[in-house]
């Protein structure tokens, strides 16, 4: 089986590693594309970051991440409005591919969720004349329903792409295996997406069972019960050939292990299930 | 505000409370319908539990439950359609508004969700003239898509009632605001629910922010996040006007209370903010 193009999301390193240690390894084993957090880019600075990524050519897939949008007071919903400016002035300077949103879930002590979801089809508005002038593609990622209340109310990829044919052109999709897999609809939601020429990235990990955490408990490709092939198959049929992006956000696994033997298991995994 | 008609699923009081002392509490405290389990009317026995049942008038509105439907093996599938057979005599014997099915998960090492959607499809096309010439309808609950893998994979409104309408009469949905507050067709479903006569039965409890187990970490109404009323008003919409029935799963928080405790603030927060 030939090595398929990997990209490396750092959080999937970030138990070992930072920014320029991953990257590292990341090169040792052959990835040419990585996602970084704006914690990790924070950390070393963004003018290192910047240099490393055009010493060694990478690729910068998406940078993670702008979003966070409902919010009970027109202070906040400001204040957001300037994080995510320089989100994607960030995101511009390490030429990424796209800034990934994670939108945000219920502000507050509010249970309205319709109103939250409007406030976050606002805040990408407010944010796209920003992105488009500074060639930034927007990706929104649809969270699993898990998330709805606390991280992201946009929960289905279907709804993901309601948003995008609304706001217009210079926003996508981020499609994560882990958030959409159980979902009855995602064929045809993949089919429409492509369709659209929406698709901004994949990303794969695995569902557990036992899933024992929330948040930190995602599983290495093949560990779990996703059938990662079935759904890459589906998201090439739709057009999209970009690179397979792992993200593993694992605290009591993958996290606590070396991350050479991350990287390793990664591109393994890799070429053998997805 | 007035005493809204209640049923308690016996789920809530499980942790203090078998089947008979549950029941005594419900009738203290003004409520005139129950749901059991099948592992508590066994531990009573099924004459007992009837006996129970005539004697105080109470509603049974449903029993919980049949279904796993999905299996590798025809020897599997052959048993489960017994115990499903086993499950729709108890429901007639309790003269059961209905017979609450939790669909099942993958089968084995599968990770192929449609055809365990298949499975699903024809499991209950099996046991359906049984439970039809019972008197005994079957609701299907689509169940939070975070339990897709190994609980129930119709994990949408929707998608439970694009199975009736295949399956067609006899069957019909439980719609319980866990598992389908999030979805941001729900208002839709929810009158398209209505409008096939397809509600059997209305659950609630509420989604904590944090939840630290997927199954065992459900809330009290008006600890969480759900709008309660709103999803209420949908389905009073929809002309569904039975009880609304309080299923909470509280291992470490409701199960550990005392049960009057729990039933008399089941009690107040329904008056409260359903």
Not at 33 to 49: C, F, L, N, T, Y
């Amino acid at each position: 089986m030939s090595n398929r193009v990997l990209s490396m999301n750092l959080a999937t390193t970030s138990g070992a590693w930072g920014f320029a240690e991953a990257v590292d390894s990341c090169l040792r084993h052959g990835i040419p594309a990585i996602s970084p957090w704006r914690d990790q880019v924070e950390a070393i600075g963004i003018k290192e970051a910047v240099r490393i990524v055009a010493a060694h050519r990478l690729q910068v897939r998406g940078l993670c991440r702008g979003g966070r949008f409902p919010s009970g007071t027109a202070a906040a919903r400001q204040e957001a409005l300037e994080h995510n400016g320089a989100a994607i002035d960030e995101a511009a300077a390490l030429h990424a591919d796209c800034l990934v949103l994670v939108v945000g879930g219920l502000p507050g002590s509010s249970k309205d969720i319709a109103e939250a979801r409007k406030m976050v089809a606002e805040g990408i508005a407010a944010m796209l004349p920003h992105a488009r002038a500074s060639g930034v593609p927007l990706a929104i990622e649809p969270l699993h329903p898990m998330y709805a209340a606390d991280r992201a109310c946009v929960n289905t990829l279907d709804q993901a792409l309601d948003l995008c044919e609304t706001l217009g052109e210079g926003v996508g999709v981020a499609i994560d295996v882990y958030h959409v897999w159980w979902d009855p609809r995602l064929r045809e939601a993949v089919a429409r997406a492509g369709r659209l020429k929406r698709i901004l990235a994949h990303h794969i990990c695995d569902w557990l069972v036992p899933t024992r955490d929330l948040l930190l408990d995602r599983g290495m490709m093949g560990d779990g019960v996703i059938d990662l092939r079935a759904i890459r198959e589906m998201i090439e049929s739709a057009g999209y050939f970009g690179p397979q992006e792992v993200e593993i956000f694992s605290r009591d696994n993958w996290w606590k292990r070396p991350g050479d033997e991350v990287v390793k298991t990664v591109v393994e995994r890799v070429n053998a299930v997805c």
